[in-house]
Each structure stands twice: as structure tokens, then as C-alpha cells.
């Protein structure tokens, strides 16, 4: 066969593992996630044609749940990547397909990243003004023509390395170790550095005292952690129900545990900050103030969800640190769903949305998002996720059902 | 019609030939990918022309004079009159500063309106470029007591100062530094101005300018034709479109002509004052060095040439 038609015959096998061969419960999934993706693009016309005013932003709080959605994606790739590290040093059994699927995480988190940026910008046409050497990034000074960067550099590494393996696994042919290797390696440093980039992008605003913190990158980094490895855990025990895919307890355990660790220091390095703001009480305690609770005798519509992400970051901690819950399925999987809903709002609201409340000549807005903003937002996710799915399906089918892989009846 | 007091400037240079020049070798490319997409390729010229725009700097003076053609013929069509685009460089020798006597400021918006129709702000949506701040004499300049939506039948209300805020002009300005596409600068006369063809609308600049002076077009801009101001400047007050950002441009159009911003003139009890910061004659050098003169949010190391000051 020719390379052309390796290719080809390539791309339309994975087509046809990707949508053939699912159960009932595959398919009722697909059909949820194109809902989502369906009903998002009435909401996005609706928005392309009117402008971001469908949007609840103003010029007070400019930012909203759009880009809370990409801060919190951003980390999730980041994190996706990351476990190949613990996969080593352990020596877990699977440690190829626990990378392979926290790369495939890891793209489909970056395209929402993405597409999150493009549906929040006003011109998306002009997107093409960041693109080197053919549009005009402000570099060395602006930090998101940095963060473009690393996005796409770490997207296509990932990229490539996930479909590289699986194309190798399709033909039955021995994947080049070296190759995969050195490029898993450059994307651990490379995943830190996105969620790095993606901090300093609000940490080096000294017009916002919110975000004008130098821990706020490690707390990104802290809070990764914890999303990330939630969303591959649940993976994982999906996959070793349905398929061949194997993966001990004790990994599983292992990871839970890994998160206790980074959750712990996530809430250290937000008590530090609290304690920060609220012993020294300068003006800048506003924010704080309506995160928590509220300003001018106010409730600020952000304040239950704030007390919620704190909330379900201490259920889920003691969870994963005590060994007995940690061990416990059920338990487990509680504390998974508790720490990714955590860190979501985390990202999504708690980070974004004081930033600019009050904003910088004191007034308040308080922003909630509209249903267009919603709308859009679950479509990103619908995209998100379908893709996500898809690439996990195929990869599954070529590792674990092809003919040529030591093929074992799934465990139930 | 009464002759206008004009600003003590040095004498008019002829323009400067020349912009930066870039080459852009892949435009080419792009204006066919363009115009694969756009459907109905010759009916479409237009927005291809737009998509396809180059940065001010990349401009060459032949392609600027195009531009700025294109622009009049297009502006004069929409809004029913003649329409005057320039880019005007600016001189050598000057540096822009504006003062404000907070002691004789009533709060009575009238520059916030005035200011709205020299530079074709948006009706509906509302847009403007000046926030005039309510605060309470005793608690003195406090932002965080501020309101900027005071609504009293007269002004000033007992007990309360005013502030108008708006672009401080910043020499060090921290949304020239965050912008991911060089879409806004600081221009040798001191003016940040904003090149609306080239904006993404990412709206980083409005997070990083610690003033809340940026306004960015979250619908499309409404301007009665009648109430249109047809004369205009690129970096200036010609009309912007949806999705992308403006802010206060010390009337660029009329500063660079010699004449006051609109603000200053319209002031009913001369709070505002503005003049070339290296002419050592001017008013403004005056206060600075004889009024007690402070800047807003100093420790941020932006360097405004916005001063505020208490004349009385």
C-alpha cells in the first residue's frame, strides 16, 4: 500500500469505528452531545448576528463566563497530560494508553479552549491577525500572543502523538518509541507552561488587585490537578467495564490520593490569600467581599456558588485523604464529580467575575450570564465532548478489539 | 459664528512620507482564501477589502490614500454627507497634557455629551467616553464610594464633588502593553490611539487599563445621520464597528489641527484645561508647576498626562 492509501484507508476505518459498533447507552450519548451542539448554534447565529451585546458582559465586567470556561479548559489539558507522570513512577501496566488518553483529553480540551476564545471575541474574522508572521502578534509584551502560542504548540504536539499512535495501531505497525517518548516528555514542562501562561495573563494586570497575585499561578497549577485527573479516573473505569482496557484499583487509588495532595495544597495557597485580604482589609477586599458574600447591602449572585466550590473542595479533599473513602468506589467517584464541580466554578465564576466587580472606578455590575451565553457555552462543551468521545471510541477499537491486539473477552 | 480659541502649538510640518512598511507576503494567500468564502466575490469586494485590511503601520502612503478614499466614499454614503477621513501624523516637539480643577467641576456632564457628539459615540447603545464620578466631600477622592449614575434634578448636589474620568493617556499604558495584536499605541504626541480596522476585540485592554476608560461595541454603533460629525480621523472619531474597542483620544481630530478638545471647550466654569506639556509658556506647564496637581492610581506606574488639580 502506498502512503496515500494508507491514509485513506485510515481515515475512513477510524469513521467507521467511531460511529459503528456502540452500545445503546454510546449512542443515546451522541445524540445528548449533538443536542447540545445543535441547540448552541441558533444561540451563536443569534449572537453573530446582534454582537457580544446578547451577551450579559458590559465594559464593567468585559470578561465573563466565556472566558471563566477557557481558564478552567486550559487546566484540564494541562492536568490530562501531567498523569503520565505518576503512570511512570509507579509503573503502572497501561502507562501507553493512560498517555494516550490524557493526550486525547488534553485536544479536546484545547479546541473548547479555543473555541471559547473565538465565540468571546468581537471580530473572530480577524482572528487571524495573532497568527505568526502573517498577522502582527505584540510580542515580547502581550501575555495572550504568549498564550496563543503555547496553546497551539501544545495542541500539536498532542496532536500528533495521539494520532500518531493510534495510525501505528491501525496498521498493526510498531509506533517509533523513541519519537512518542521525547515528545510526551516535552509536553509535560509544556503543560505546566500553558496553565503558567494562562495565569500571568490575569496575574500581571496591576489594574485588577483580584488576579494581582504571585501565587495565582501555582494555585492555577494546584486546581489542575484536581480537574484533570477527575474527568480520566471516571474515564478509566468506564473503559475497563466496556472494554479490555486494564487498569488496577491501586492505580486508581493512586491518582485519588495524588489529588488529596494537590487539593490540600490548593485550599493552603486560597487560606494564604484569604488571610491576606482580610487581615491587611485594604479597599482591595472588595472583591472578596463580593465573592462571599455581597457590597452596598447587596447579595452578589456569585456568593452561593463561591461558598458551593469551597464547600465541595473540603468534602472532596477528605475523600481522597482519608484511605478508607479514597478506596471505596463509591465514595471515590463521589469526591470526583465533588472536586471537577469544584474546580469549575472555581474557574468559571469565582476567578473571572470579582476581578472586575468592583470594577476599576469602584461601580458595581453584577453579572450573571445570559441564556445565550449559557447556550453558546454548552454547545462549546458539546463539541468538546463528542470529540473527545469519538476519539476515545476509535482509539479503544484499535487497541483493544482489533484482531491483531491479544484479544480478551471485556469484563464485566 | 464666533472664532474659536485656538491651542498655542508650533507651526504645522507638512506630513511625514512614509509609514513602516512590512511586507506582508502572505496576504495574497489570504485575500484568495477570502474570497473562496465569501460568496459572490465581486458583489462582496468590500468586505473582502475589510477582511483583508492591513495595520495602520503597515500602510503604504499610496495605500493609506486609498484607504482613506474608500473610507469617505463609504461613510459619505451611509450617513448622507460629505465625510473628511484624515491621518494627521503628529508634530514634532509636542506632548499632550490635560488638567482638571476638581474645585470647580459641578458635575454637570456637559463634556460627557459634548464630547459624545464630537466623536460620533454610539446613541443606541449608549456610549461614553467620559465617566463623571459622584463623591461625598467628606470622604474625600475614594473610588470605591463613587457613583457614576447620580441622577439629580441640579447639579452640584449638596455635600458631593465630581471627578470625570476618562483615557489618561498614559505614558507607560498598560493596554498598549497587553494587547495580543498591536492593535492600540502610544503616538510621540502621547495620544494611545487605536487602529479599529485591526482590533480583535478580545477586549484585554479593558481588563488591563486600570481607568475603566476603554468601551468596547457590544452591539452595533447607532448614529442619527443628522447628528453625524462628517469631520473625521482615522485613529479618531470615524465610525466603528460592532465587536471592537474605543476610548477617549484627546480629540485627536481637533488637537492635531490646533484646536481644543471638545470637552474643554464645552466646560461651562473651565475645569478643564490642555495645552503642550514641552512648552514651557503653556497653561498646562503652569499648573503643574504651581496648582497641587496629583494623578490618579500613581502607584501604578502608568505616568498619566492627566493631572487633576484644585484650583480654588
Same mark, same amino acid.
Given at each position: 500500500m502506498t502512503l496515500i492509501s494508507k491514509v485513506g484507508n485510515f481515515v475512513t476505518g477510524t469513521a467507521r469505528m467511531a460511529f459503528l459498533g456502540g452500545n445503546r447507552y454510546y449512542y443515546a450519548w451522541l445524540a445528548v452531545l449533538g443536542l447540545c451542539i445543535v441547540q448552541a448554534s441558533f444561540a451563536f447565529a443569534h449572537q453573530f448576528q446582534y454582537g457580544l451585546i446578547s451577551t450579559s458582559m458590559r465594559d464593567s465586567v468585559s470578561w465573563g463566563f466565556y472566558i471563566g470556561n477557557f481558564t478552567f %479548559? /486550559?487546566?484540564v489539558a494541562a492536568a490530562a497530560v501531567l498523569l503520565v507522570v505518576p503512570a511512570y513512577v509507579y509503573d503502572w501496566k497501561p502507562i501507553k494508553e493512560v498517555a494516550l488518553f490524557g493526550e486525547l483529553l488534553a485536544v479536546a480540551s484545547i479546541v473548547m479552549c479555543l473555541l471559547f476564545v473565538l465565540v468571546d471575541i468581537g471580530r473572530p474574522d480577524r482572528f487571524w491577525h495573532i497568527i505568526p508572521f502573517i498577522g502582527r502578534m505584540n510580542l515580547p509584551s502581550a501575555i495572550m500572543a504568549w498564550d496563543a502560542i503555547v496553546l497551539n504548540i501544545y495542541l500539536a504536539v498532542n496532536l500528533v502523538v495521539a494520532s500518531y499512535l493510534v495510525y501505528c495501531g491501525y496498521h498493526g505497525i510498531h509506533y517509533n518509541r523513541k519519537f512518542v517518548w521525547s515528545l510526551v516528555i516535552f509536553s509535560i514542562p509544556m503543560a505546566i507552561s500553558i496553565h503558567t501562561v494562562t495565569a500571568f495573563l490575569y496575574n500581571g494586570m496591576a489594574s485588577r488587585p483580584y488576579w494581582n497575585s504571585a501565587i495565582l499561578a501555582p494555585r492555577f497549577i494546584a486546581s489542575a490537578f484536581c480537574s484533570g485527573p477527575a474527568l480520566l479516573l471516571i474515564l478509566f473505569q468506564i473503559l475497563r467495564k466496556v472494554s479490555a482496557f486494564e487498569i488496577k484499583d491501586e492505580a486508581i487509588h493512586k491518582v485519588a490520593e495524588l489529588m488529596a495532595y494537590a487539593m490540600g495544597f490548593n485550599l493552603f495557597l486560597f487560606g494564604a490569600e484569604v488571610f491576606k485580604e482580610y487581615y491587611s482589609n485594604t479597599h482591595e477586599l472588595v472583591h472578596y467581599q463580593y465573592l462571599f458574600a455581597g457590597l452596598d447591602g447587596k447579595a452578589s449572585p456569585i456568593a452561593l456558588y463561591a461558598w458551593m466550590s469551597l464547600a465541595f473542595a473540603v468534602i472532596s479533599f477528605f475523600l481522597f485523604l482519608i484511605p478508607k473513602t479514597r478506596r471505596n468506589m463509591v465514595t471515590m467517584n463521589i469526591g470526583c464529580v465533588l472536586i471537577y464541580a469544584s474546580v469549575y466554578i472555581e474557574k468559571g465564576i469565582a476567578l473571572i467575575i470579582p476581578g472586575f466587580t468592583p470594577d476599576q472606578l469602584g *461601580? /458595581? +455590575? #453584577? +453579572?450573571?450570564?445570559?441564556?445565550?451565553?449559557?447556550? /453558546? $457555552? #454548552?454547545?462549546? %462543551?458539546?463539541?468538546?465532548?463528542?470529540? %473527545?468521545?469519538?476519539?476515545?471510541?476509535?482509539?479503544? $477499537?484499535?487497541? %483493544?478489539?482489533?484482531?491483531? $491486539? &491479544?484479544? *480478551?473477552?471485556?469484563? $464485566? | 459664528?464666533? !472664532?474659536?480659541? @485656538?491651542?498655542?502649538?508650533? #507651526?504645522? &510640518?507638512?506630513? #511625514? !512620507?512614509? +509609514? @513602516?512598511r512590512r511586507e506582508a507576503l502572505v496576504m495574497g494567500l489570504f485575500a484568495l482564501a477570502a474570497a473562496a468564502t465569501t460568496t459572490g466575490c465581486a458583489a462582496d469586494k468590500l468586505a473582502l477589502d475589510d477582511f483583508v485590511a492591513k495595520h495602520f503601520k503597515d500602510l503604504s502612503p499610496a495605500e493609506l490614500q486609498d484607504r482613506l478614499a474608500q473610507m469617505e466614499k463609504r461613510y459619505t454614503e451611509s450617513y448622507g454627507k460629505p465625510v473628511k477621513v484624515s491621518a494627521t501624523p503628529a508634530q514634532e516637539g509636542v506632548l499632550f497634557g490635560y488638567a482638571l480643577d476638581l474645585s470647580r467641576c459641578i458635575g454637570c456632564r456637559k463634556c460627557v455629551y459634548g464630547c459624545v457628539e464630537e466623536n460620533n459615540q454610539s446613541r443606541d447603545p449608549q456610549t461614553h467616553w467620559i465617566t463623571v464620578l459622584e463623591m461625598d466631600k467628606e470622604g474625600g477622592v475614594n473610588l470605591q464610594n463613587a457613583n457614576a449614575f447620580y441622577d439629580h434634578e441640579t447639579v452640584p448636589a449638596p455635600g458631593k464633588f465630581y471627578m470625570p474620568v476618562a483615557c489618561q493617556q498614559c505614558e507607560n499604558p498598560p493596554c498598549v502593553k497587553v494587547c495580543p495584536v498591536e492593535a492600540t499605541w502610544r503616538e510621540p504626541d502621547g495620544i494611545v490611539v487605536i487602529d479599529y480596522d485591526w482590533c480583535i476585540g478580545c477586549r484585554n485592554c479593558i481588563a488591563g487599563c486600570p481607568y475603566g476608560a476603554r468601551r468596547f461595541n457590544w452591539g452595533t454603533p447607532g448614529i442619527p445621520k443628522d447628528e453625524f460629525n462628517p469631520v473625521t480621523e482615522y485613529l479618531g472619531n470615524r465610525p466603528r464597528q460592532r465587536g471592537v474597542v474605543e476610548k477617549c483620544t484627546f480629540c485627536i481630530q481637533r488637537v492635531r489641527q490646533g484646536l481644543y478638545p471638545k470637552c474643554v471647550e464645552v466646560c461651562p466654569v473651565g475645569a478643564r484645561k490642555f495645552g503642550n506639556l514641552l512648552d514651557p509658556e503653556s497653561e498646562i506647564r503652569y499648573i503643574i508647576e504651581n496648582k497641587r496637581v496629583y494623578i490618579l492610581k500613581e502607584e501604578l506606574n502608568t505616568q498619566p498626562k492627566f493631572f487633576y488639580y484644585y484650583g480654588l
Open positions: %479548559f /486550559v487546566g *461601580q /458595581v +455590575y #453584577a +453579572y450573571v450570564p445570559s441564556s445565550t451565553e449559557l447556550r /453558546v $457555552a #454548552a454547545g462549546v %462543551f458539546g463539541v468538546g465532548f463528542l470529540l %473527545f468521545t469519538l476519539m476515545v471510541k476509535v482509539s479503544v $477499537a484499535i487497541l %483493544f478489539e482489533r484482531p491483531q $491486539a &491479544e484479544a *480478551q473477552p471485556a469484563h $464485566a | 459664528m464666533r !472664532e474659536l480659541p @485656538t491651542l498655542p502649538m508650533p #507651526a504645522p &510640518e507638512p506630513p #511625514a !512620507e512614509g +509609514y @513602516t
